[in-house]
């Protein structure tokens, strides 16, 4: 092989890959460097806890208060201590809901709609609802999933003169926003343990109705109007078994001022029909199908629904 033969002024390329080798790390470790820098000497964690706490004290509608916001940068998060939601976010002034510590992490970039995902555990006695907020350029986007909401919270959010019942509901919801509007959005609730014990309503006496199994499947749109896909309410065991579908045009005001305009296919258990007597009234000898089932309508507003039977 021929050896090419190297100047006296000239170095062999080795050496001029090196320094260029050599000048790359130099001006990397200097921009990590200019980079943590600025990270521990701008004020950036004051910037993002002012506009925290801005958002928090201008949100009259839903008044939020805690003991202390901080911010950490390891995995980049935002800490609420102790907040409280007044009871004025869900019409109940009178009560509230102490939750534990907040963490707001910011998950990664979102492509739909167009800006950064952000991770909020919100947890209260038995409750967990993992929320993922996406802060677009014109417009956000929240989701949840694997999220579990106790009767102990529902309770004390719907107030103690609403129907009592005890299990777990569990929540998958996406919901697109335009400032402060729904465009559209799309809700499944469901449980497999939800009871309704022995209780007066409205001047009735219910009696023991072990449901278990509830299913809602349901979209929205801009004009708040809730279309009601399916609702499964009860199985094969439990003393009402319905299915149902309609519309609810939503009161954002006050939710149990809600439309309802929903019909659907209900049967009952001949011991129900026996302990809850005022039942067979309203039936007003209406004759049911072959498997047993009423078809009926529900009118009125969602704090004082009106059925009627066909």
């Not at 820098?37 to 701008?42: D, E, S």
């Not at 003169?161 to 926003?177: A, H, P, Q, R």
């Not at 559209?184 to 343990?193: A, E, P, R, T």
Request: net charge positive.
């Amino acid at each position: 092989m021929v050896k090419l033969k190297v100047q006296p002024n000239e170095l062999p390329d080795e050496i001029y890959s090196q320094k260029k080798m050599f000048f790359s790390k130099v001006i990397i470790g200097a921009l990590a460097l200019f980079f943590l820098a600025f990270c521990f000497n701008f004020p950036l964690d004051n910037i993002i806890k002012s506009h925290v706490a801005k958002a928090l004290s201008s949100n009259r509608a839903c008044p939020i208060t805690y003991d202390e916001l901080k911010f950490e940068w390891f995995f980049p998060k935002i800490i609420i201590k102790k907040p409280v939601v007044s009871g004025i976010c869900f019409n109940n002034p009178a009560a509230s809901l102490k939750l534990k510590d907040l963490i707001v992490k910011v998950q990664s970039p979102s492509f739909w709609p167009l800006g950064v995902k952000l991770h909020a555990k919100i947890k209260h006695k038995f409750s967990v609802l993992n929320i993922y907020p996406t802060i677009g350029l014109t417009s956000h986007a929240v989701k949840i999933e694997k999220s579990s909401i106790s009767h102990d919270t529902l309770v004390k959010v719907l107030g103690s003169k609403s129907l009592k019942f005890t299990g777990d509901i569990e929540i998958e919801s996406v919901l697109k926003f335009k400032g402060n509007n729904i465009i559209s959005g799309d809700l499944f609730v469901n449980s497999q343990n939800l009871n309704i014990p022995p209780q007066n309503l409205g001047g009735f006496d219910l009696p023991n109705l072990p449901i278990s199994v509830i299913q809602i499947k349901a979209s929205i749109n801009a004009k708040n109007l809730l279309d009601i896909q399916d609702i499964r309410i009860g199985n094969a065991d439990a003393p009402i078994l319905a299915e149902i579908d309609g519309k609810i045009k939503l009161n954002p005001h006050n939710i149990r001022n809600s439309a309802l305009d929903l019909n659907g296919d209900i049967k009952f258990s001949p011991e129900f029909l026996e302990n809850f007597g005022i039942l067979n009234m309203l039936l007003g000898g209406k004759k049911p199908s072959d498997k047993g089932f009423y078809k009926f309508n529900l009118k009125g507003k969602l704090s004082a629904p009106r059925p009627s039977f066909q």
